[in-house]
Antibody, heavy 115, light 112 residues
Framework: EVQLVESGGGLVQPGGSLRLSCAAS????????MHWVRRAPGKGLVWVSR????????NYADSVKGRFTISRDNARNTLYLQMNSLRAEDTAVYYC????????WGRGTTVTVSS | DIVMTQTPLSLSVTPGQPASMSCKSS???????????LYWYLQKPGQPPQLLIYEVSNRFSGVPDRFSGSGSGTDFTLKISRVEAEDVGIYYCMQSIQLPLTFGGGTKVEIK
């Protein structure tokens, strides 16, 4: 059974940093592209970033480019999102999702950026 | 960026009755590989999104056959043949032919 479990969210002040993790199991993690998607309160889904299966290729939404970094550790079956220079508008539930079709999603981790 | 527009914003449906919703893209979603990269997701209250339909009309594993997707080019439709109470939530379409991946604003389905 595919499982994706996010962690690392919390309350952070504007300008601060957080690192999100997504622990994967139930599939061969190193074979698949992975994504981060977020949903701000009262808003819809927004794609954030993706990484290829071996971590050599990454892409970002314009709104996070230069501030967020996606990475992965295939030995640990874990996906990461390093978030720096956080803004109030980054407040959201962050989901990791599997493959280009976003076939499976984790339950999400909540990031709140507020002073 | 490709803009995805969903209508209606909300639907109130009697259990057992059909429901239909639309998704229009600002660009064609047909790839040179012959596939059309249009997906439908349902986010039930308090849950993460779940994939319902991939590449316009293919039901994902475990998705009931009351859900069906259709369309081509820039116009797509999700239909529920007989709505059940468990179908409540927000339905999103998404395109992945071009980065950034973009989602529609969602159609909220409620039960009368």
């Amino acid at each position: 059974e595919v499982q994706l479990v996010e962690s690392g969210g919390g309350l952070v002040q504007p300008g601060g940093s957080l690192r999100l993790s997504c622990a994967a199991s139930g599939f061969i993690f190193s074979n698949y592209w992975m994504h981060w998607v977020r949903r701000a309160p009262g808003k819809g889904l927004v794609w954030v970033s993706r990484i290829n299966n071996d971590g050599t290729s990454t892409n970002y939404a314009d709104s996070v480019k230069g501030r967020f970094t996606i990475s992965r550790d295939n030995a640990r079956n874990t996906l990461y999102l390093q978030m720096n220079s956080l803004r109030a508008e980054d407040t959201a539930v962050y989901y990791c999702a599997l493959y280009s079709s976003l076939s499976y999603w984790g339950r999400g981790t909540t990031v709140t950026v507020s002073s | 960026d490709i803009v995805m527009t969903q209508t209606p914003l909300s639907l109130s449906v009697t259990p057992g009755q059909p429901a239909s919703m639309s998704c229009k893209s600002s660009q064609r979603l047909l790839h040179s590989d012959g596939k059309t990269y249009l997906y439908w997701y349902l986010q039930k209250p308090g849950q993460p999104p779940q994939l319902l339909i991939y590449e316009v009309s293919n039901r994902f594993s475990g998705v009931p056959d009351r859900f069906s997707g259709s369309g081509s080019g820039t116009d797509f439709t999700l239909k529920i043949s007989r709505v059940e109470a468990e179908d409540v939530g927000i339905y999103y379409c998404m395109q992945s032919i071009q980065l950034p991946l973009t989602f529609g604003g969602g159609t909220k389905v409620e039960i009368k």
